[in-house]
């Protein structure tokens, strides 16, 4: 249901003119708990929007390594980056990082608390991967 995310999300896309790319890798008709997957994907799309630069891009790869059995989907923006001391506390309840650089305001700190805490839920893991100043990338692996 990527696209239908990125449909409801188009309004800011177009505004801060960010290109998206998209791949897909694997068979796509896999079976996954469908309203936990899009609350992780709605969570990191927005965040990749609300954090990025304008005329940025964000890249989505989703890949079903068949041979495992996992799906697993990559978010890369080319946004403000978050600093390592940082990197250990966003998954944390309420916490923010200075949101005077985000091009769109207004969270509540819990979204990516609620990520980690769904893809645990799904015995999957997820990493994150940032430069200060020039992107961020999320990865999660869920079993199917
Ligand atoms: P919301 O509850 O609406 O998602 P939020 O986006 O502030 O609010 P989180 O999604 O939990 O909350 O993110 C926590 C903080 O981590 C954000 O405030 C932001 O500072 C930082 N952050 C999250 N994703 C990114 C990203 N892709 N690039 C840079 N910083 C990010
Ligand atoms: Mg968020």
Redesign the pocket.
């Known amino acids: 249901d990527i696209e239908r995310i990125l449909q409801s999300m188009e309004v800011s896309i177009d505004k801060h003119h960010l290109k998206v790319e998209k791949s897909f890798f694997g068979n796509k008709e896999v079976t996954i708990n469908r309203a936990k997957v899009n609350l992780i994907l709605n969570?990191?799309i927005?965040?990749?929007i609300?954090?990025?630069k304008e005329n940025g891009t964000i890249k989505i790869a989703v890949h079903h390594d068949e041979i495992e059995n996992r799906l697993r989907v990559i978010?890369e923006?080319s946004?403000?980056?978050?600093s390592q001391d940082?990197q250990n506390r966003?998954?944390e309840?309420f916490?923010?990082?200075?949101?005077s650089r985000?091009l769109e305001t207004?969270?509540?700190?819990?979204?990516?608390?609620?990520?980690k805490e769904t893809v645990d839920n799904l015995d999957g893991n997820l990493t994150i991967d940032?430069d200060l100043g020039l992107?961020?990338t999320?990865t999660f692996e869920i079993p199917l």
Do not use: P, Q
């Not at 946004?79 to 978050?82: A, K, V």
């Not at 207004?106 to 609620?114: D, K, M, S």
């Open positions: 969570n990191l927005k965040n990749a609300s954090y990025n978010i923006d946004g403000i980056g978050i940082d966003v998954f309840r916490y923010r990082v200075d949101r985000s207004g969270g509540t700190g819990l979204g990516l608390a609620i990520v940032s992107g961020t999320f």
